[in-house]
Nanobody
Framework: QVQLVETGGGLVQAGGSLRLSCAASGRILSNFRFGWFRQAPGKEREFVAAIGWSDSVRFYADSVKGRFTVSTDMIKRELYLQMNMLKREDTAVYYC??????????????????WGQGTQVTVSS
């Protein structure tokens, strides 16, 4: 079993930055991939970024490429999402998730086995 807890959300002005953290506990193996997803009010949950736990290969949604950076700290067992140049359309609840099977379709939320509770990010104009 794996537990994920996100922190770091909040209110920020457009153009500003936030760093989300996700603390992972439990049985995390080298073949895990971790992802960040978000869900805005009235919209479906969407992929933001993903990173392999052992190979650190990163993937990003086009909407955040060049602005967001996903990273991990294997010693602390934490996942991060550095968000820069935030826009109003980035407002959403952000979730971290873990895929224990390293599925190819990292952008699909159904391949992720474990989810955090989410943290709210609000970007004001």
């Amino acid at each position: 079993q794996v537990q994920l807890v996100e922190t770091g959300g909040g209110l920020v002005q457009a153009g500003g930055s936030l760093r989300l953290s996700c603390a992972a506990s439990g049985r995390i193996l080298s073949n895990f991939r971790f992802g960040w997803f978000r869900q805005a009010p009235g919209k479906e949950r969407e992929f933001v970024a993903a990173i392999g736990w052992s190979d650190s290969v990163r993937f990003y949604a086009d909407s955040v490429k060049g602005r967001f950076t996903v990273s991990t700290d294997m010693i602390k067992r934490e996942l991060y999402l550095q968000m820069n140049m935030l826009k109003r359309e980035d407002t959403a609840v952000y979730y971290c998730a873990a895929d224990s099977h390293f599925e190819r379709d990292y952008w699909n939320d159904y391949v992720y086995d474990y989810w955090g509770q989410g943290t709210q990010v609000t970007v004001s104009s």
